[in-house]
């Protein structure tokens, strides 16, 4: 299970036009968190689990780490392929480029996704993998 996990980002407030967008196609929401993050998930009731985005070099980075080095990849649960469209569009929208349009991929099974990069290079995915009977209502 995911708890929580973080991405460094260089311009902190072109990266939260591009999540605040992508928050609201896909029902949820980001909170400040200091000057230097925000936090990216269901809502302040249901703190986990959320992904940190800051400008704040982690204690735990090795040498020679930096925004965009080492590319992250974060799927989000949409409720439908619907969200999927909205998500791919709000990032595109708002500084992402495309890195999959919206649709099934092979192999897969019932599965539809969409992959933008963030502004920093960072892939973020939005998917639907059929009725998943723990999205939250």
Known sequence: MLDHTGIVVTDLAKARRFYDAIAAAL???????GEEAF???K???????YL???????????EGSRAGL???HVAFQARNKAMVDAFHQAA??????DNGPPGPRQGAGDYYGAFVLDPDGNN?????????PNYRE
Request: aromatic letters at 10%; one cysteine or more.
């Open 27 to 33: 029902e949820l929401q980001t909170a400040d968190n």
């Open 124 to 132: 973020i995915e939005a998917c639907w993998q059929g009725d998943v």
């Open 92 to 97: 595109l929208a708002n500084g992402g480029t």
């Open 43 to 49: 809502s302040a009731e249901e703190r986990i689990p």
């Open 39 to 41: 936090l990216f998930g």
């Open 52 to 62: 940190w985005i800051g400008v704040t070099r982690p204690s735990y980075w090795v």
């Open 70 to 72: 080492n590319q992250m």
